[in-house]
């Protein structure tokens, strides 16, 4: 694959704002008399003044105690609230089976709505090779996009047998995680496991329909993400579900879970799900839950093309969602509003019971929005039970805990890097808030409301599938 140039509209994006960021990142940045927000503790720090120099964090102080160096841009934060750089946990900036070209159109939209990291949930070896590209531009000021904090390659094996060479393959490959789908059988799924164990490649992905989520949870698999295999979990029937499925694989396992859902949501069962939530709470897997996923297929309304949002889409982007949602309108899915119930129910309890959740959107799918579907998510969240902050936890420090990063991501604080989001509004008050976006930081380089807005403005169509 050989690496992609920007679109037309991200490349124009692009020089107007890489004046701003260059001269912002030189000189250093000070967000004056902000409210600091704790997503943690909930030790919110108002009137505090953010001295930025390079990449870092240098200083937090009480605004009246603040010396600000010359030459410092000068950041008004009266009336703001100030938190790290948002991250979306599971996003697909590549079209591997497509073979169409990388999702990089989506970049800038992540960064326009203050999401500074993602994580790539399907990449291969080239793609991972444009990855180290693309964060080489964005250190030189050259491009404008999150981190990708980690990408994994899914293993795909037939036999137990060939999982090692395909492991050995993945980790050769740069990847930070193997990733699992659904599709993959038990002794397959164990033979991944194991080879992965030996090259301390942590397995991440969906738990497959084959096995129960306490034990994927239990043999080390580090996420699950969409609730998979949580709805059998927390159903009265998983024993006779994982019985009906037992030996099949691939195509064949996934059209039986698919046959059998309505029947596991219909069997879900609070008391169980409580009491799964407890065990998984202690063995340390991470959930994604993705619910902006089921929520979407409960509350589609006019034509995709009436979003403003749909000429940010690249064209062909554009014509993958409509033939999708044609299929989607053609044949309309019984279950969603049932899917969403449960979603938000199982999430409701996982969160009751401290299991550790990340917030995460599976974009580009279908009318998930990169960027924009993070806030989606976090309002999600909300509806599940979180608090605004438990809800921002979600997409700030809860994957720095889970990427091993804290040292430099996650908070506001000294020393850290200067992913950060300025709100025009408390974030805390109402999660809403969180789409009142100021100026974003991106490893210390300025963008004020109106570079934001330039990366928002749709160009002349263009069709980069090649």
Not at 187 to 215: D, F, K, M, N
Not at 230 to 248: H, K, N, P, Q, V
Not at 315 to 337: Q, V
Request: charged share 25%; net charge neutral.
């Amino acid at each position: 694959m050989r690496p992609w140039s920007p679109s037309r509209r991200f490349a124009l994006a692009a020089l107007a704002c890489t004046a701003v960021l260059r001269v912002a990142g030189a000189a250093g940045v000070a967000i004056v008399d902000v409210t600091v927000v704790d997503v943690d503790g909930g030790r919110d720090a108002p009137h505090r003044t953010v001295l930025v120099d390079g990449d870092r964090i240098t200083a937090i102080v009480r605004a009246s105690d603040a010396r600000i160096p010359d030459g410092a841009v000068r950041v008004d934060g009266r009336g703001r609230w100030l938190v790290p750089g948002l991250v979306d946990m599971h996003v697909h900036l590549f079209n591997i089976v497509s073979h169409r070209a990388p999702n990089d159109w989506a970049l800038p939209l992540f960064v326009a709505n203050g999401v500074t990291g993602v994580r790539e949930m399907n990449a291969d070896a080239a793609s991972i090779a444009l990855l180290e590209q693309w964060r080489r531009e964005t250190d030189a000021g050259e491009r404008i996009a999150p981190r990708v904090l980690a990408a994994g390659i899914a293993a795909w094996v037939r036999e137990a047998s060939d999982a090692p060479a395909a492991i050995a393959a993945i980790g050769d490959g740069g990847a930070d995680f193997v990733k699992v789908f659904s599709e993959v059988g038990a002794p397959q799924w164990q033979a991944i496991l194991a080879a992965a164990q030996e090259r301390a490649l942590p397995v991440a992905g969906h738990v497959p329909a084959s096995v129960t989520l306490l034990e994927a949870a239990a043999r080390g698999q580090r996420t699950d993400e969409h609730l998979m295999q949580a709805y059998e979990a927390c159903s009265s029937i998983e024993d006779t579900l994982l019985r009906e499925r037992a030996g099949l694989t691939g195509d064949a396992l996934a059209a039986l879970r698919d046959a059998q859902e309505s029947r596991a949501l219909d069997a879900f069962d609070r008391g169980t799900c409580a009491r799964i939530a407890r065990r998984l709470a202690a063995s340390g897997q991470w959930q994604v839950p993705t619910l902006v996923l089921p929520w979407v297929e409960t509350h589609r309304g006019t034509a995709p093309d009436a979003d403003p949002r749909w000429l940010l889409l690249r064209a062909d982007e554009r014509t993958r969602w409509s033939r999708i949602l044609g299929d989607i309108a053609a044949h309309p899915d019984p279950l969603a509003r049932r899917r969403w119930e449960v979603s938000r129910a199982i999430t409701a309890t996982f969160h009751r019971a401290k299991v550790p959740i990340m917030a995460g959107t599976d974009a580009p799918m279908p009318e998930v929005y990169p960027g924009f579907s993070l806030h989606d998510e976090l309002e999600r969240l909300v509806d599940a039970g979180y608090a605004p902050r438990d809800a921002l936890r979600a997409a700030t420090l809860a994957p720095a805990r889970f990427l091993g990063i804290t040292a430099t991501s996650g908070t506001v604080a000294p020393g850290k890097r200067a992913d950060l989001v300025l709100f025009a509004a408390d974030p805390l008050r109402d999660v809403r808030n969180t789409r009142r976006i100021d100026a974003v930081l991106l490893g210390g380089r300025l963008l004020r409301r109106a570079d934001l807005d330039a990366l928002l403005r749709p160009g002349p169509p263009r069709d980069d599938a090649r």
